[in-house]
């Protein structure tokens, strides 16, 4: 079982409109160019997500792309299950037909660990992901290369170590 490109382009659009709405309308020619996701699967991701109420449009000049609800009433779950990501770890899509029309031996296993999967995606808000990747944008320092005029390149720390070290 594995989540595709499906779910995790839809996730991280979903999170760059996050950040971005309170600006205006986001457009998915932005949101293209900054997650490198093609436009036209973005296209496609984004009438699901309009479909599922979970996005809205504005359409002409400044238009674009807002949250259609609060960011903290949005799931990953919601946001997965919108573009039709199955999220299912049975052989049998849950149909306990996995062995020869049978019900497999580890079937309960794989249906308790859909379940699990389920409630935590459900656990977690786009808000929740907005909001951390806010916090790592402030904790990442931003590293400053400067080329010397020998041509030697150095970063901000290793200037600040040379000049602590020097007298």
Known sequence: M??????????????????????GPVTLAGISQRQRISLSYLEQLFA???RHQLVESTR????GYRLAKAM?????????????EPLDATQCAGKENCDNDQRCMTHELWANLNRQMIDFLDSVSLRDLV???????????????????DGRRSTRSEELKENSTVG
Do not use: W, Y
């Not at 490109?5 to 309170?22: P, S, Y």
């Not at 002409?60 to 238009?63: E, R």
């Not at 903290?72 to 039709?84: C, K, L, N, R, T």
């Open 2 to 23: 594995r989540l595709t490109t499906k779910g995790r382009f839809a996730v991280t659009a979903m999170i760059d409109l996050g950040l971005r709405q309170h600006r």
């Open 72 to 84: 903290e009433s949005v799931s990953v779950a919601d946001i997965i299950f919108a573009v039709d």
């Open 131 to 149: 909001e951390q990747q806010k916090d790592r944008a402030t904790q990442t320092p931003a590293v400053t290369v400067n080329v010397m005029a």
């Open 48 to 50: 699901k997500l309009r």
């Open 60 to 63: 002409g000049p400044g238009g």
